[in-house]
């Protein structure tokens, strides 16, 4: 038996990798597994991974010719002023509407992952609804960045809620002060 100590190489084992007779018969084998499991009946599109004998076919795996690559997004401020307009005009939830009229080139969670990071807050359902403009959606960032910080939830750049709910008792407590 080989222990995690000992130096295993092609002899240990018995098999000389470097011997061709190694290769054909690992190549049929595999060759065979092809046949056996590639193609399926019940989907069409998979007849033509391999040949008959087994062997890939390469074109199968080369991208189509009418392919068009997909134009590169950025997320850079004139995208975050946007979303920080859809926040003001429709409120957070509404990424759906942001998306379609604003940040057309975003999908509606996109832009909720994008409003988790503008708002400080991982979970935005106590924002359902909630519209504000620039300075109030900064207000509300360092607010959660200060919970965050005092409770060591702030993760990502976005406040996390804790198992023991000081966290939920701190939002509740701050916003009873200071309504967002």
Request: negative net charge; hydrophobic residues 30%; proline residues 6%.
């Amino acid at each position: 038996m080989i222990s995690g100590k000992d130096k295993v190489d092609d002899t240990t084992i018995g098999v000389q990798i470097t011997d061709p007779e190694f290769w054909e018969t690992k190549h049929s084998w595999v060759r065979q597994m092809r046949l056996k499991f590639s193609r399926r009946p019940d989907f069409p599109e998979t007849q033509n991974i391999i040949d008959d004998a087994g062997d890939l076919n390469q074109d199968y795996f080369k991208p189509p010719k009418d392919l068009k690559p997909v134009p590169e997004r950025k997320w850079g401020e004139e995208e975050k002023l946007k979303l920080v307009e859809g926040i003001e005009k429709y409120g957070i939830g509404h990424f759906r509407e942001i998306s379609e009229n604003l940040l057309d080139q975003w999908s509606p969670n996109d832009l909720r992952m994008k409003a988790i990071r503008v708002m400080g807050r991982q979970n935005l359902q106590l924002y359902k609804d909630w519209k504000g403009n620039a300075e109030a959606i900064k207000r509300e960032y360092e607010r959660n960045k200060e919970i965050g910080l005092r409770f060591n939830t702030w993760k990502g750049g976005a406040l996390v809620y804790d198992d023991d709910g000081h966290v939920l008792k701190a939002i509740e407590e701050s916003n009873k002060a200071m309504p967002p």
